[in-house]
């Protein structure tokens, strides 16, 4: 594989021509651009901003030329493997379930990979919007605030990842690219964890007075996203002042904006999809791809594992969160969470390929956990965690009644966010950490060395770039 650093200098530019401003993700790719004097007006800032959206989404072209979005495999499959709560299927890439994975193994990069290409994109369009006096100020300063949460997203993702984000202490954070990547500037040095977190948290920041209450599209940043964002961030850092943002920012989300829980959670995965409004924040994916129905459903690729069995027992959920599957061997027990079609004669659904980046439920949730980890109202926290399973049609809750200290609420809680974002948006990998590495053991006996908490940095970015110093105990 090619460096990703020096792959991403090239910025793709997303448009069916520069004379639509509107922003379609549903857009072919038809140029390629490093770097240069490609935004002239807002018609062209709109396009090259779209293809800074595309690469949020993990858009590319399927090997039959057909385009499509892969953000499945990215925020989906990879973090509830490392969680868990899914297992390899068909597929050949074990490493990431077993934790058993090195520089060098598979799907180590994948990340990495997204991250900094999101990451050079936004940094691309940031500096060609800089000198155009053209556009009009509020649409400029929107513009930009979207491209800096798409770049606080990606740095977030990089440093939960493969940073040490627990130890704000710790000299194991990520590359700081704040600059379009040339050869000047492409051999960097990590930034240590505070500094890092410092960066995402002003991209979030200065983000925030310029984004709109909603958006275009829902495929495209609004302001609650972007708090969401900020109290996913913060939970994980984890102080005590971070508790409270969390708390605050939360109750932002849920009382004053315009989403709202949906009576049953079934109806936004199997009817609704974006349309939902629960859903903050959603990738929109193409209209004729298959990529995601095919490794869920077709090749079972991803399937639940003996954790996510566990935590959905007696749950109304797993009805159609897995149902068995007959294949043109055997049949199996495939995750049919997306999928609401015939299991007997499975067939593609636009509805399956749908991704949801932000939903409302995190923001309940999150709340609930910083409620319990910062000691305030436990009762409070034991209504939100309620509040998300009636969502979910479950009726008995003697199990959160009894829990009987803040531990053991943490815990219910974090099994909650795991059961409801399995294979979503990373939740289930994020929340499982969260807990202490005890507990994390017994819910997931592989995950014996804390190292393995984090991924290493990809062995090809250390052997390119002589600054970059690999995560401990790899």
Not at 225 to 253: C, F, H, P
Request: aromatic letters at 12%.
């Amino acid at each position: 594989m090619k460096n990703v650093l020096i792959s991403s200098l090239v910025l793709v530019l997303f448009a069916c021509s520069f004379g639509a401003c509107k922003k379609e993700l549903n857009v072919y790719p038809t140029t390629q651009e490093v770097d240069g004097n490609v935004i002239t007006d807002a018609k062209s800032a709109a396009t090259v901003l779209n293809g800074v959206y595309f690469r949020f989404a993990d858009g590319f072209n399927d090997y039959q030329g057909v385009p499509a979005t892969q953000w499945y495999n990215v925020n989906e499959e990879i973090p509830s493997l490392l969680s868990g709560m899914l297992k390899v299927g068909s597929s050949p890439y074990k490493d990431l379930s077993q934790h058993n994975y090195s520089p060098a193994g598979d799907l180590v990069d994948v990340v990495w990979s997204y991250g900094y290409g999101v990451v050079n994109a936004a940094n691309g369009f940031l500096k060609n919007i800089a000198p155009i006096a053209s556009i009009t100020k509020d649409s400029r300063d929107q513009m930009i605030a979207e491209a800096k949460f798409l770049r606080a997203y990606a740095n977030s993702e990089l440093l939960l990842y493969y940073g040490q984000y627990y130890d704000t202490t710790s000299a194991y954070g990520i590359i700081l690219r704040n600059e379009f990547a040339d050869a000047d500037n492409l051999y960097l040095p990590r930034a240590g964890v505070a500094a890092t977190y410092d960066s995402i948290l002003a991209d979030i920041d200065n983000a925030l007075p310029s984004l709109p209450a909603i958006n275009t599209q829902i495929s495209y940043a609004n302001v609650w996203a972007a708090k969401l964002l900020k109290a996913r961030v913060l939970i994980n850092r984890g102080s005590a002042a971070d508790y409270a943002q969390v708390i605050a920012l939360t109750k932002d989300i849920i009382t004053n904006s315009s989403f709202s829980l949906e009576g049953n959670v079934k109806d936004l995965f199997l009817m609704k999809g974006l349309t939902s409004r629960e859903i903050l924040l959603g990738v929109q994916p193409f209209s004729k791809q298959g990529e995601k129905w095919s490794d869920y459903i077709s090749y079972g690729y991803y399937i639940p594992d003996t954790l996510f069995r566990l935590l959905f027992k007696g749950d109304p959920r797993l009805a159609w969160y897995a149902q068995p599957i007959a294949g043109p061997y055997s049949t199996s027990v495939r995750l049919t969470k997306y999928y609401p079609g015939s299991v007997a004669t499975p067939a593609p659904m636009t509805i399956s390929e749908n991704g949801y980046a932000f939903r409302l439920t995190e923001a309940y949730l999150l709340e609930a956990e910083a409620l319990v980890m910062s000691g305030g109202s436990t009762e409070d926290a034991r209504t939100l965690l309620k509040t998300v399973e009636e969502q979910a049609g479950i009726i008995d809750f003697t199990t959160i009644d009894a829990a009987a200290t803040a531990s053991d609420l943490q815990l219910l809680i974090v099994e909650e966010e795991m059961r409801s974002f399995v294979a979503e948006a990373g939740q289930d990998w994020f929340a499982l950490r969260r807990l202490p590495f005890a507990t994390v053991k017994n819910l997931v006996p592989t995950l014996t060395d804390p190292s393995r908490l984090i991924l290493p940095i990809p062995q090809n970015e250390t052997l390119y770039n002589s600054n970059l110093i690999q995560n401990p105990n790899y």
